[in-house]
């Protein structure tokens, strides 16, 4: 079964929480994240399969009309985004460290995809606009060379919509960040 995810992202609570309940009756998906955002937003976050999602995301677009500000749908996403996204991965220890910050979700989710994808690394956590002014970003560790490649494919995304903030490689983060990071 080829797993996809969805997002969808609303200037009104009211309606985004109207668009979630419908998104969810519309097809047999799982709701990951359902929940207000800041500043004053809300976004729902699904999973499932490839159409299901879609169906899904469309219905919510249809009742979110024009309070829908941002959209994705990420067919065969990588296994460790979900979770990522929910922060119950493992993680073996911290190696070289990347960080991408973006100022959107949608950008967030789509460049966490793609970093996980281009080289042999682990995501941390996949941390979605709550309590950070809005923005989103998200960390990943493994071999230097391998970090560096997956933030630049990661940055992509929010480099195209120009929704980046900043991306980070730390080659040898001090062994106490550890504790904080993972």
């Not at 999602?53 to 749908?73: F, M």
């Not at 190696?95 to 996980?116: M, N, P, R, S």
Request: charged share 20%.
């Amino acid at each position: 079964m080829e797993r996809a995810i969805g997002l969808l992202e609303f200037i009104s609570i009211a309606k985004g929480i109207e668009s979630a309940d419908a998104a969810i009756k519309a097809s047999r998906v799982d709701l990951l994240i359902a929940r207000p955002i800041c500043p004053g937003k809300y976004i729902f976050v699904i999973s499932g399969e490839v159409a299901a999602v879609r169906n899904s995301i469309d219905a919510g677009k249809k009742v979110g009309e024009d309070t829908v500000v941002d959209e994705l749908v990420i067919p065969n996403v990588h296994p460790q985004i979900i979770p990522a996204i929910s922060a119950i991965g493992f993680v073996s220890g911290l190696k070289a460290l990347g960080i991408v910050e973006t100022f959107t979700c949608a950008t967030a989710i789509e460049g966490a995809d793609l970093a996980a994808k281009a080289a042999e690394i682990e995501l941390i956590e996949l941390r979605l606009a709550m309590g950070i002014g809005g923005k989103s970003y998200f960390t990943l560790t493994g071999e230097v060379a391998a970090v560096k490649s997956s933030v630049d494919a990661g940055s992509r995304p929010a480099i195209e919509k120009g929704a980046l903030v900043r991306r980070v490689v730390i080659p040898s983060p001090a062994e106490t960040m550890s504790r904080f990071i993972l």
